[in-house]
């Protein structure tokens, strides 16, 4: 079946645009997670989703980044004034019950 | 705050040769996920252990988890080149959906 998938796969934008990363998760899967993997390191946390609920948004890292899912599927991360620092692989995850289940991610670069 | 220790974070291996690697986390818990990882790909879930000496084996990789020593390993046997990749080992707090990961074992099969 369909695993997660993410779009876009890449992303290059200008330092202080907006951008969104969109997730659709396996069908079925209630459990949603965005984490953030920068080069040489293991995934980070940052929101889960129960349904279409953010369940725990204390990864986020400030108020730039908001992420949502109106019908408790698809899920967006959006980042508003992006800054070199936001540069990194965003990972999305769904489960019914565990493991997580990863898409292949969207590389972010932030010139 | 929970942290996940893996090590070797490098491991250059010969084929057919045995090797373990460790995850140490800080905190209790009872949940320990590892993943793979290929560069430039998502990560895929390997094993789930739930419970303490849980052991787990598919082909050459062999976890298990000891969480009174908060320690998993990853045992390797003969190894073959198809299994160069990033390992991660996760552990979940508790919260049955937030993981903390380790930095990463990068493991190198050489003819």
């Known amino acids: 079946g369909a695993g997660v998938s993410q779009t876009p796969s890449n992303k290059v934008t200008e330092k202080g645009k907006y951008v969104e990363l969109r997730c659709d998760p396996i069908s079925g899967h209630t459990a949603l997670y965005w984490y953030r993997q920068s080069l040489g390191q293991g995934p980070e946390f940052l929101i889960y989703?129960?349904?279409?609920?953010?369940?725990?948004d204390s990864g986020l890292p400030n108020d730039r980044f908001f992420a949502v899912r109106p019908e408790g599927s698809v899920s967006t991360l959006k980042i508003q004034r992006t800054e070199r620092g936001d540069s990194a692989m965003y990972l999305c995850?769904?489960?019914?019950?565990?493991?997580?289940?990863f898409g292949d991610g969207t590389r972010l670069s932030i010139l | 705050e929970l942290k996940v220790e893996q090590n070797p974070l490098f491991l250059s291996m010969q084929e057919g040769k045995n090797y373990t690697i460790y995850c140490n986390y800080s905190t209790t818990s009872d949940r320990l996920y590892w993943y793979r990882q290929d560069p430039g790909k998502s990560l895929e879930s390997l094993f789930v252990l739930l419970s303490n000496g849980a052991v787990k084996q598919e082909g050459r990789l062999m976890a298990s988890l000891d969480t009174k020593a908060r320690l998993s390993t990853l045992h390797i046997t003969a190894a073959v080149h198809d299994l160069s990749a990033t390992y991660f080992c996760a552990v979940d707090m508790g919260s049955n959906y937030k993981l903390t990961f380790g930095k990463g074992t990068l493991l190198t099969v050489n003819p």
């Open positions: 995850a769904s489960s019914l019950y565990q493991p997580q289940h």
């Open positions: 989703f129960q349904g279409t609920g953010a369940a725990d």
